[in-house]
C-alpha cells in the first residue's frame, strides 16, 4: 500500500513563528504536492515537486515556501505564520504523469496560528 | 480556465438507498480525466474512481459508479445501497490540462457532504 505520512496531525503555532510541514511518501512518487483545504473552498494547491530539488508554484503560493532535498520528502515552510494560515494541510503524491494516476493522500495536518 | 462545480453542500440519504452526488466540469481540452475522492472525518483523501473523457464505458468500483454524460460536462458520482460508513465529504476533481496537454495537477471542487442516516 502506498502511504504518505505527515509529521503531526494537529499543530498550534503563535503568530510570527517558523513553521515546518513534513512529508514522507514510500512509494518512490515522482511528484509530491502540498495542498491547504478550507471550509467552502475546496483543496487549493500551494506548491509541487516533479523531482528532486524541483518545485512549481501553485495557485496560493504566498506566505509559503517548499523543499525536497530527497525524492521520498517534501517540506512545506511557513515562514512567518499567521492567522490567516490557520488551515488543514494535505500532502499528496503521485507517480509521474499519467492521465489517469491517481494522487495519494497524508492524514492532513491542521494548523491553528495564534 | 478549467474549473469543477459542486453544488450540493450537504445531502442526507437513507442506509441501503443510492445517492447521485452532483458534479459538472468546465473545459475546452478534448481529453482530460475526472476523479472522486471521500473525505472522513478523520481527514484523509481516499481516492474512489476515475472516468477518462475517451474512455467509451461509465466507471465502475463496487458500490461506486461514475454517472458520465460529455454533452452535459457532468460527472456525477452514484454510491448504491449506502452504508453508515459512506457519510463523508465527497470531492470531485479533474486534472489540469495546459497549452493542450495534461499535466500532474489536480483542480478540486468545493465537496459535498454526505449524512447517512439509519
Known amino acids: 500500500d502506498v502511504k504518505v505520512t505527515q509529521s503531526s496531525r494537529y499543530l498550534v503555532k503563535r503568530t510570527g513563528e517558523k513553521v515546518f510541514l513534513e512529508c514522507v511518501q514510500d512509494m518512490d512518487h515522482e511528484n509530491m504536492f502540498w495542498y491547504r483545504q478550507d471550509p467552502g473552498l475546496g483543496l487549493r494547491l500551494i506548491y509541487f515537486?516533479?523531482?528532486?530539488?524541483?518545485?512549481e508554484k501553485g495557485d496560493i503560493p504566498e506566505g509559503y515556501s517548499v523543499s525536497r532535498e530527497k525524492k521520498e520528502r517534501f517540506s512545506l515552510i511557513l515562514e512567518s505564520a499567521s492567522t490567516n494560515q490557520t488551515s488543514m494541510y494535505l500532502c499528496?503524491?503521485?507517480?509521474?504523469?499519467?492521465?489517469?494516476?491517481?494522487?495519494?493522500f497524508g492524514p492532513g495536518t491542521r494548523l491553528t496560528v495564534t | 480556465a478549467q474549473k469543477i462545480t459542486q453544488t450540493q453542500p450537504g445531502m442526507f440519504v437513507q442506509e441501503k438507498e443510492a445517492v447521485t452526488l452532483d458534479c459538472t466540469y468546465d473545459?475546452?481540452?478534448?481529453?482530460?480525466?475526472l476523479f472522486w475522492y471521500k473525505q472522513p472525518s478523520s481527514g484523509e483523501m481516499i481516492f474512489l474512481i476515475y472516468?477518462?473523457?475517451?474512455?467509451?464505458q461509465n466507471a465502475t468500483e463496487g458500490r461506486y459508479s461514475l454517472n458520465f454524460q460529455k454533452a452535459r460536462k457532468s460527472a456525477n458520482l452514484v454510491i448504491s445501497a449506502s452504508q453508515l460508513g459512506d457519510s463523508a465529504m465527497y470531492f470531485c476533481a479533474m486534472r489540469e490540462t495546459s497549452y493542450g496537454g495534461a499535466t500532474n495537477k489536480l483542480i478540486f471542487g468545493t465537496g459535498t457532504l454526505l449524512a447517512v442516516q439509519p
Open positions: 473545459t475546452s481540452d478534448p481529453s482530460y480525466g
Open positions: 515537486s516533479y523531482d528532486v530539488k524541483m518545485k
Open positions: 472516468q477518462g473523457s475517451y474512455d467509451q
Open positions: 499528496a503524491s503521485s507517480l509521474f504523469f499519467q492521465q489517469s494516476y491517481e494522487q495519494y
